[in-house]
């Protein structure tokens, strides 16, 4: 850890500007989503896509040299960041992300990930986009950082490296959903004096939210073990209370064919593994939920966001009124 946030702090202050020069963010094809001009919004939205290209022969995705992987982009974090509705702004910067296999080959169990200089190039981008965002476009507004799998790990690390990110100066909460093998004492211990911690409610404010979605008896998995932090979006809780799929406020499912997304009401419950620190749903292992164990067997972490969609959407728009209620809205 300390050698990854060494090397981003000079990587942020130009002393590596050689090696890793941040992307243009002034530059507005360098932003996936930027809607800054959008007056009628409660909050904003800072977003990074999971990881959504593979090619062993080029590491970082390369978003300006492939119209399809740009489109794909869009249409992905347009779905993703949808399930806030209209009334939101969203911000979502194009980030030099790593490949598919390179990043599987990060999330060993232990912290290998954190500490690995192949993430650096995206987690650049991410802070600089975040910084440019709290710059020009923030103006006093309450926003959610939200990001999964690759996404979560980039903005985990730019939120680590942006002290002017504060509740009282608008940080609501940040779902990192995804994230992979951190325990709540190592994010507490990360985010030190910052007023920043894990969530232990719906309702607490400056917190980090994770859940990682796997079948029953799963023990092989890249993104849970050894107690890693978890809170179920069902009932926000950390302990192993299920919750029931009455509490589901509906999965979200995105249709890659007609592009949109399709809502399906009480769709699951979930509880808590507290031992391996994974979220433990009951469906089908092998099926288009895991994808067919692409990613292990029983393992559904690219249904993370979207078997809870509804449950997020609604405890972002909590913890945005509980913010106002306690900071007042700037304009």
């Known amino acids: 850890m300390k050698k990854l946030l060494f090397f981003l702090l000079l990587s942020c202050c130009g002393f590596l500007a050689a090696a890793e020069p941040a992307t243009d963010y002034g530059d507005a094809a360098n932003w996936v989503i930027c809607e800054a001009d959008k007056t009628d919004a ?7 896509y999971p990881t959504l290209f593979a090619d062993k022969k080029q590491p970082l995705m390369n978003w300006r040299g492939d119209p399809k992987l740009r489109a794909k982009t869009v249409g992905f974090a347009k779905a993703q960041t949808g399930i806030f509705g209209s009334g939101v702004r969203v911000f979502a910067p194009f980030v030099r992300q790593l490949d598919y296999t390179r990043c599987m080959e990060e999330l060993q169990p232990g912290r290998a990930w954190i500490d690995s200089d192949a993430i650096v190039p995206g987690v650049v981008d991410t802070i600089a ?3 440019f965002y709290l710059e020009h476009f923030n103006r006093g507004r309450p926003y959610i950082l939200i990001g999964h799998s690759q996404g979560a790990m980039d903005l985990y690390l730019a ?4 002290p002017e990110a504060s509740v009282p100066c608008g940080f609501v909460a940040a779902y990192l959903i995804g994230l992979p093998h951190l325990t709540a004492a190592e994010i507490a211990a990360d985010f030190g004096k910052r007023g920043i911690a894990p969530a232990t409610g719906e309702t607490d404010l400056g917190v980090i939210i994770v859940w990682n979605t796997q079948a029953p008896g799963v023990e092989n998995s890249g993104f849970t073990g050894n107690k890693t932090y978890c809170i179920n979006p069902l009932n926000w809780r950390t302990d192993g209370t299920s919750a029931d799929k009455a509490e589901n406020a509906g999965a979200f499912f995105y249709d890659y064919r007609t592009k949109k997304n399709k809502t399906v009401p009480h769709f699951c419950g979930a509880r808590i593994d507290t031992e391996r620190g994974a979220l433990v749903v009951d469906l089908p292992v092998n099926s288009r939920y895991d994808a067919k164990g692409f990613m292990g067997s029983g ?3 690219m249904n993370d966001i979207w078997f809870f969609a509804g449950n997020l959407r609604d405890n972002a728009a909590l913890r945005v009124k509980l913010w106002k209620e306690k900071y ?4």
């Open 328 to 331: 007042g809205r700037a304009e």
């Open 299 to 301: 393992v559904f972490h």
């Open 129 to 131: 986009a975040f910084r």
């Open 42 to 48: 409660e909050f904003d939205v800072f977003y990074v």
């Open 159 to 162: 939120l680590l490296s942006t």
